[in-house]
């Protein structure tokens, strides 16, 4: 009776792991097979696209398309203005926020909370809402059409996020770090610079990798403020390649995978750093 | 000690520059835009004072009024469709099952992937000749519901807002799974101990004590479904006959297309406002409960 108790129930839970790992399957399914279907096209011609077969592997591997892209659809271009931009942001970002945090954070001076609450505003306000006014302030100030226009942006906008993450990671150093840095004859910067720094490598690399997902991907800036094609990045680029090439699918495919690429493999790599960056910048309470 | 602390030149030195440039590009422009909102003006002439006029014109303009419905649907949608899928997906998840990481990792891949590239992706998806939506009905012998997904009027919004469900259900999965994983596992022996059933568990223990992330959750989806921009401006511009117009690319066009800067800073204004209420009473909510 007992056994027989015991091998039911074991069955049921057999069952229901099987169910549950289909289900599981299936969704992975739906969540990768666009992204490889569009590894695929990037590697086919016209011809197997529209009347070959539309689902699976490509026939023959087109990596022309590729070369393609990258010379005649100037993807290089937006690739280099990309990667400067980001670049660029992420150090600006990281070197502001990191002394902004501290010094609101473990420093004593009457205005600390209020000058916290003003950035942390800015975590709220919705980028579409300063469109205009900047643009205007871009416009005179002749800024429009140069990496600037972009990375001023982008790097007061990173900064409530980061100052918020660093911050929460200031709180955590204990006081006794300081005290004894300061004993030794160590002055503020000092202190900062080589004892503290180093302390918050974890928060670092979180910050820059949010930094570098919100500037590699944005689009309303990058589309406004930039319209000469030199100083264009990858997201306004792709979307004026597609017009270019409307009928070559191959070659938007490969464009679109170049464009990728090189978030999948820094997500690839830096696995769970990123997803724990990611919880970092949503628990804010 | 004290004094090193309290450094007022070392504070002006790390505090200054960020405050600078945050006050100027982030907060001055959105006095700016609340200040253009009450102008007509096509920003090349002098803008003239018209008072509130602007936001009476968005609330009589059909289109407008087509744009903020359609945001709510998104809204109602990311609630009612998206975060239930996110929510199952995590309990799951977090139960210890076999793979979870592997899972994790799959499904959170397309959150990092520049909207862009979705939206170029998912219109090839739904191309209407070749696209592998339309083949694969064909292929499973449902060749009479293939259609041009995008280029109706009664299919384009549904069709734009799958790519969302799509690109962000890992990222609520991720936050609710790291919410669920979170909760201490004494509390789940004992009621295990109690012969609570799996589901019982979900309901009377796990999603209870998730509040906090399911808030968050709940604030993200709506505030992201009024911010939509990148997606719709790819996949369709706001067409066909505005069926997926939305409050951001409406201000876009309005803006940059037809030169109307004081009726599209109201509607950029609008964004605001509606963003902030929606966090106001989202919180009131979870308060009250």
């Known amino acids: 009776m007992k056994t027989a108790e015991v091998r039911l129930r074991k069955k049921t839970t057999f069952i229901r792991n099987i169910i549950i790992q289909a289900f599981l399957i299936v969704v992975a399914i739906v969540q990768i097979y666009p992204l490889i279907w569009l590894a695929f096209f990037s590697l086919k011609d016209n011809s197997e696209i529209f009347s070959g077969d539309v689902l699976g592997l490509p026939d ?144 670092i690399a979180t910050v820059a990798i949010f930094t570098f997902l919100s500037c590699w991907n944005e689009l309303m800036f990058a589309v406004t403020f930039i319209n000469k094609e030199s100083y264009q990045t990858l997201t306004v680029g792709m979307m004026s390649m597609v017009g270019t090439y409307i009928t070559q699918w191959g070659i938007i495919g490969a464009g679109l995978m170049i464009t990728t690429l090189p978030t999948v493999i820094i997500y690839l790599v830096l696995n769970r750093q990123v997803q724990q960056s990611m919880i970092a910048g949503a628990v804010k309470g | 000690m004290n004094s090193v ?30 200040y253009y909102s009450l102008l007509d003006w096509n920003g090349i002439s002098k803008g003239t004072f018209i008072g509130l006029d602007n936001f009476t014109q968005m609330f009589q303009d059909p289109r407008a009024l087509k744009s903020i419905y359609n945001s709510l649907l998104f809204a109602a949608a990311s609630i009612f469709i998206q975060l239930p899928i996110s929510l199952l ?55 009479s519901l293939a259609q041009d997904w995008l280029g109706q009027k009664d299919t384009a919004l549904a069709a ?38 799996r589901m019982r568990t979900a309901f009377a223990i796990t999603i209870p004590l998730m509040k906090p992330i399911l808030k968050v959750c709940l604030v993200f989806s ?58 106001v009473l989202i919180n009131k909510f979870f308060k009250i409960e």
């Open chain 2, 5 to 34: 602390f309290s450094n007022k030149k070392a504070i002006m030195i790390f505090v200054l520059p960020t405050l600078l440039l945050f006050c100027t590009i982030v907060l001055i422009p959105i006095v700016v835009s609340a």
């Open chain 2, 222 to 279: 709506v505030i992201g479904a009024f911010k939509v921009f990148d997606l719709i401006y790819v996949l369709t511009g706001g067409g066909p006959l505005f069926s997926t117009e939305v409050p951001s690319t409406l201000m876009y066009t309005t803006i940059f297309g037809t030169y109307q800067y004081g009726y599209g800073s109201a509607i950029s204004v609008f964004i605001i406002l509606e963003c902030l209420i929606v966090t």
């Open chain 2, 89 to 143: 997906l995590a309990l799951i998840l977090a139960s210890s099952v076999k793979g979870e990481g592997f899972y994790r990792t799959v499904y959170f891949l397309p959150v990092l992937i520049s909207t862009v590239v979705v939206a170029q992706l998912w219109s090839k998806i739904y191309n209407a000749d070749y696209g592998l939506l339309n083949t694969m009905l064909e292929n499973i012998g449902l060749s």
């Open chain 1, 60 to 203: 023959k591997f087109l990596w022309s398309n590729y070369s393609k892209a990258l010379s005649d659809g100037n993807v290089l271009t937006y690739f280099f203005n990309s990667v400067l931009v980001t670049s660029i942001s992420i150090l600006l970002v990281l070197i502001l926020s990191s002394m902004t945090g501290y010094a609101i954070t473990r420093m004593n001076w009457k205005l600390s909370s209020v000058t916290m609450t003003t950035i942390l505003l800015g975590m709220m306000v919705p980028i579409q809402a300063t469109l205009l006014p900047l643009f205007m302030v871009l416009k005179n100030l002749h800024l429009l059409n140069t990496y600037w226009s972009l990375i001023i942006p982008y790097v007061a906008f990173g900064i409530p996020m980061a100052v918020f993450i660093l911050g929460s990671f200031y709180k955590g150093i204990p006081r006794e770090m300081e005290e004894s840095a300061v004993m030794d004859g160590c002055g503020i910067y000092r202190t900062f610079f080589s004892i503290i720094l180093p302390l918050v490598r974890p928060a």
């Open chain 2, 160 to 197: 734009s807002f799958i790519p969302t469900l799509w690109q962000y259900m890992g990222y609520h999965m991720l936050l609710m799974y790291a919410g669920a994983k979170s909760i201490s596992q004494d509390i789940f022996e004992a009621a295990k101990m109690d012969g609570a059933s």
